[in-house]
């Protein structure tokens, strides 16, 4: 079974730029689309962004929430195990606990729902000062 772990938060003025690293154990991480999600207190858990799967090291279609399109890029590097979450133009509004998941395969393409995840990680945590 996969496992992962997100690394990389921490505190930053606005502007500014963090790169997550959602890093995973097995073999068989090349065959899953992985999504990140972020969940801020009091709030929903929410979706980010997410990678299709490649056979390829790195590669995978994206798409992204509308609120961060633009400004995050997800992207992953099947040789390391890990998929990554390139944060620039940071805004105070993207404090949150951020969540990497696996997509479950027979979830339809594209999917944002976080019920169609699994295999979440511990959080890793992102604050925007103003």
């Known amino acids: 079974q996969v496992q992962l772990v997100e690394s990389g938060g921490g505190l930053v003025q606005a502007g500014g730029s963090l790169r997550l690293s959602c890093a995973a154990s097995?073999?068989?991480?090349?065959?899953?689309?992985v999504g990140w999600f972020r969940q801020a207190p009091g709030k929903d858990r929410e979706f980010v962004a997410a990678?299709?799967?490649?056979?390829?090291?790195?590669?995978?279609?994206?798409y992204y929430a509308d609120s961060v399109k633009g400004r995050f890029t997800i992207s992953r590097d099947n040789a390391k195990n890990t998929v990554y979450l390139q944060m620039n133009s940071l805004k105070p509004e993207d404090t949150a606990v951020y969540y990497c998941?696996?997509?479950?395969?027979?979830?339809?393409?594209?999917?944002?729902?976080?019920?169609?995840?699994?295999?979440w990680g511990q959080g890793t945590q992102v604050t925007v000062s103003s």
């Open positions: 097995g073999r068989t991480f090349s065959s899953y689309a």
């Open positions: 990678i299709n799967r490649s056979i390829n090291r790195s590669g995978g279609s994206t």
């Open positions: 998941a696996l997509k479950d395969s027979w979830a339809v393409a594209g999917t944002r729902s976080s019920a169609d995840f699994r295999s």
